[in-house]
């Protein structure tokens, strides 16, 4: 997804929940209704969280400096992830506390006509800005399903406002399903029940969401076709005969770190490999121009090192007859 769609996505759910939770919070204080309250509070955590999705994808921006030559771009996946606290901690605790509150002190719903108007008012509030992030995460993501395509995502944004305007129409849904509970059976006590079923769901949501972006914010590698694309890169130049190692890191959606560890041929001289090293650069950066740091390290085919995982793609060059030998670990 590009940075202006996400900004655009983000933009779309702030606006969509800053409006939304101010018609809660008036509904809340006229009927007495802990559903409807909860409901605000889920919003007012909503708009404060693509506020700070907006931050973080500002403060990513920001060129490399002295103190961090690698540039800014984890940014986005630290406040990626005090978005998902905020989500457990704000949204999740207070829901859960208005609902035990008003299980242990039941007062019934005023006026549950305000309710189902504001319900409805939200549900398309909502629902646009549902469509608008579902829109662009397929586009994104072609031919994924949501789960699948938010934990190879790279970008928060993207798949954080889909799932929690997802979880606002589930809760919205909630809600209203305990205000006319609690009315039909005579019984407030379904609405401090609604609440708590709200809490429970953006807990579970928060909880999905904090794991992925914990994840990014560690380190995750490129997707395998873009790895798999510089392998190729590196294998088919001329001066290289096999890639021993290739690790790729993301710094920020549009941002890789990647490291070679290449056995060049035994004709190339000193001078020969700092030209093939220039131009595997400028190929590279070429076709994958969101490679910001490259680092090229040349290195014997039977020198030992730790065994890992390769990316894919890696092994000798097309044509070339020397085998590796297996190695062992250190």
Known sequence: MSDQSSKTVVYAALIGNLLIAITKFIAAAWSGSSAMLSEGVHSVVDTGNEGLLLYGMHRAKRPPD???????????????????LLIFAVGSGVSLYEGVLHILEPSPISDAR??????????VFEG????????????????????????RSKDPPGFMVLFEDS????????????????????????????????????AATAAFLARESKGLLIGEPARKG?????????????????????????????QILVALALDFTDARTA?????????????IRSKHPEVRALFVRPQRADVPRPARRLASGIGPREGTARERPTLQPE
């Open 128 to 151: 646009t800005s549902w469509a608008i992030a579902l829109r662009a995460f397929r586009r994104a993501n072609p031919g994924q399903g949501w789960l699948d395509a938010a934990t």
């Open 66 to 84: 002295d103190h961090h030559p690698l540039g800014h771009g984890r940014e986005l996946y630290f406040w990626s992830f005090i978005v998902a």
């Open 114 to 123: 305000i309710n189902y108007i504001v319900y409805g008012i939200a549900f």
């Open 226 to 254: 873009v790895r798999d694309s510089i392998g190729a890169i590196a294998r088919a130049h001329e001066g290289v005969d096999r890639v021993i190692d290739l690790i790729t890191v993301h710094l920020a959606p549009d």
């Open 167 to 202: 979880a606002a129409l589930i809760g919205i849904a909630i809600a209203a399903l305990g205000t006319f509970a609690a009315e039909y059976f005579e019984e407030p006590i379904l609405d401090g029940v609604a609440s708590i079923g709200i809490g429970l769901l953006l």
């Open 271 to 283: 001078g020969d490999i700092e030209r093939d090293v220039a131009a595997l650069e400028e190929a």
